[in-house]
């Protein structure tokens, strides 16, 4: 018998009507029973909380990331599923991703269909993410939908409503569930994983700012008046701005807050190309160029990094870390199968 731990927080899979729309409100024994079981997997549920993902918070992902490794320091536990909303789904999985430094899987899953839609999608993807996690070793918080298995990082929600919701615009998938059993197509080396936080941490302000044609410091201003500590900005093309948001992001790294720079593309990776405010400039004044990592998990990585260090300069060495595109972390044992199981 193999054991897991599935950690309810809400989001569609957890839906149902309310009359005017969907909102979260089954609980996790609930969603557990909508769909059948593989066998000889026995689960344990948590219900952590009930939310709309898009109502998470920093203190929702805390509690999220605590729970998943009070799960794990039971030796019994083979794995840990976590039923998610879709819409911050990418957030959470990364989150809990840079923390985890356990062989065991975390598995991340939700549905586009409601609990008791007739044709819905929540008794598939969770029946496929039950079985990863029973399968998986060494791959760290993956995220498992529509028979496919994902890397958290780099993966991100790329339609609104249809059931392959997810995907890495710049890699294929870990590998499927087809049939009753998973298999994988390639490995991704794993870096390090941060300190974990401390329950209750005061949890830093991170905002995202949106570069656009026309536009100037005043919203980047904002948030640094706001008391951010971390802001990513959102450039055009390869990561690029205008002299004026340049300058601003001097003011603020010379300020001490952390300036991460992403892109609104929906495919490749932010580059130095261009001056003139672009990504040349932007790192001259400090920024961090976030590669492939678009801009919701370039802002958990900035969150991530100040919560587990203790000062301006660390969170900046362990920033710089989280986004090196070549980490040499990655675990000596090879990852193979033997009916499914992962050893």
Same mark, same amino acid.
């Given at each position: ?12 899979? *957890?839906?149902?009507?309310?009359? /005017? ?25 948590? /219900? ?34 976590? %039923? ?43 029946? /496929? ?25 780099? %993966? ?122 672009? *990504? ?6 400090? *920024? ?35 986004? /090196? ?19």
């Amino acid at each position: 018998m193999r054991h897991v731990v599935v950690i309810s927080t809400g989001g569609t899979i *957890a839906s149902r009507w309310q009359g /005017d729309g969907y909102a979260a409100e089954a609980a996790g024994r609930e969603v557990l029973e909508a769909g059948a079981v593989p066998q000889d997997v026995e689960v344990r549920v948590v /219900d952590l909380f009930t939310v709309n993902s898009s109502r998470l918070t920093t203190d929702h992902q805390l509690r999220l990331l605590h729970a998943v490794h009070d799960a794990l320091a039971d030796p019994e536990v083979d794995g840990v599923v976590v %039923t998610h909303g879709t819409d911050t789904l990418e957030e959470s999985a990364f989150f809990v991703d840079l923390f985890h430094g356990d062989r065991r899987p975390v598995v991340f899953t939700g549905a586009q269909q409601p609990l008791d839609a007739a044709d819905g999608d929540a008794a598939g993807n969770l029946y /496929d993410a039950l079985l990863t996690a029973v399968s998986g070793r060494d791959i760290g918080a993956v995220i498992v939908f529509a028979g496919q298995v994902f890397a958290a990082r780099g %993966t991100v929600k790329r339609h609104t409503v249809n059931a392959r919701a997810f995907g890495d615009p710049d890699g294929p998938p870990l590998g499927r569930v087809e049939f009753g059993r998973v298999s994988w197509g390639r490995r991704q080396p794993r870096r390090a994983p941060l300190p974990l936080p401390e329950r209750g941490s005061a949890t830093p302000r991170v905002d995202i700012v949106m570069h656009h044609s026309d536009a100037d410091s005043v919203l980047f201003d904002a948030a640094v008046s706001a008391g951010a500590r971390g802001i990513v900005l959102v450039g055009t093309g390869a990561g690029n701005a205008n002299p004026e948001i340049a300058d601003a992001v001097r003011r603020a790294v010379a300020g001490g807050v952390r300036v991460a720079v992403s892109t609104r593309v929906a495919a490749g990776a932010v580059a130095p190309l261009y001056t003139g405010g672009g *990504a040349v400039d932007l790192a001259a004044a400090g *920024a961090l160029l976030t590669g492939t990592l678009k801009p919701g998990q370039a802002r958990i990585a900035v969150l991530a990094a100040l919560l587990a260090t203790g000062d301006a300069a660390s969170a900046d060495v362990e920033l710089r870390r989280l986004l /090196d595109t070549a980490p040499k972390t990655a675990p000596a044992s090879e990852l193979y199968l033997v009916d499914g199981v992962g050893h």
